[in-house]
């Protein structure tokens, strides 16, 4: 079965640091980019950022661009995001996604985690 | 604010057709990004709905359908049933701002 599975959500204070992990099986993982999408209390979905599967490129929303750094290792089928300087608008449940689709302007997240809750608040 | 704009709530009573609209611009839809949509019931993970403009995953009931035309992208519910009442999300790529985006998001009440 092909499933991915969120950890590493908590709480953290503001201007803090902390680091999801998406675990992934039942597919493949290096073949796939693989992205991460939050939803904060009463908002919509937010994508926050995609790490390409053939290629090192990465994408991030200018809402998370120079304080969120995606990274992966395909040797461990996992995702991560290490998120620093965080601030209170960052809190909402962080849910990981497997890409699929070609080309990358047509990617859709076909498989999704159950989500990791990050707050920040002090 | 989302470079897509999606009407906030749509009603219809059970088996009545609505349609949710999803207007991008030329940076996104009209740039040839194709639309998906995902519906997502508070609490729950978000599920794939349509991908690639008009088609459905395995299971996904075909009294949804969903189309693309220029700078807009529409989620049709055929046969409105209670069970649809939850929330609708297109997304696409746009290339302004290199990278991948979700509009605000529609209700859909069944009265």
């Known amino acids: 079965e092909v499933q991915v599975l969120e950890s590493g959500g908590g709480l953290v204070q503001p201007g803090g640091s902390l680091t999801l992990s998406c675990a992934a099986s039942g597919f493949i993982f290096s073949r796939y980019a693989m992205s991460w999408v939050r939803q904060a209390p009463g908002k919509g979905l937010e994508w926050v950022s995609t790490?390409?599967?053939?290629?090192?490129?990465?994408y991030y929303a200018d809402s998370v661009k120079g304080r969120f750094t995606i990274s992966r290792d395909n040797s461990k089928s996992t995702l991560y995001l290490q998120m620093n300087s965080l601030r209170a608008e960052d809190t909402a449940v962080y849910y990981c996604?497997?890409?699929?689709?070609?080309?990358?302007?047509?990617?859709?997240?076909?498989?999704w985690g159950k989500g990791t809750t990050v707050t920040v608040s002090s | 604010q989302s470079v897509l704009t999606q009407p906030p709530s749509v009603s219809g009573a059970p088996g009545q057709r609505v349609t949710i609209s999803c207007t991008g611009s030329?940076?996104?839809?009209?740039?040839?990004?194709?639309v998906h949509w995902y519906q997502h019931f508070p609490g729950i993970v978000p599920k794939l709905l349509i991908y690639?403009?008009?088609n459905r995953p395995s299971g996904v009931p075909d009294r949804f359908s969903g189309s693309k035309s220029g700078t807009s992208a529409s989620l049709t519910i055929s046969g409105l049933q209670a069970e649809d009442e939850a929330d609708y999300y297109c997304?696409?790529?746009?290339?302004?701002?290199?990278?991948?985006?979700f509009g605000p998001g529609t209700k859909v009440t069944v009265l």
């Open positions: 030329s940076s996104n839809i009209g740039a040839g990004s194709d």
């Open positions: 997304q696409t790529f746009d290339h302004s701002l290199n990278g991948y985006v």
């Open positions: 690639v403009n008009s």
């Open positions: 790490f390409s599967g053939a290629t090192t490129t990465t």
């Open positions: 996604a497997k890409m699929a689709g070609h080309p990358y302007y047509s990617y859709y997240m076909d498989v």
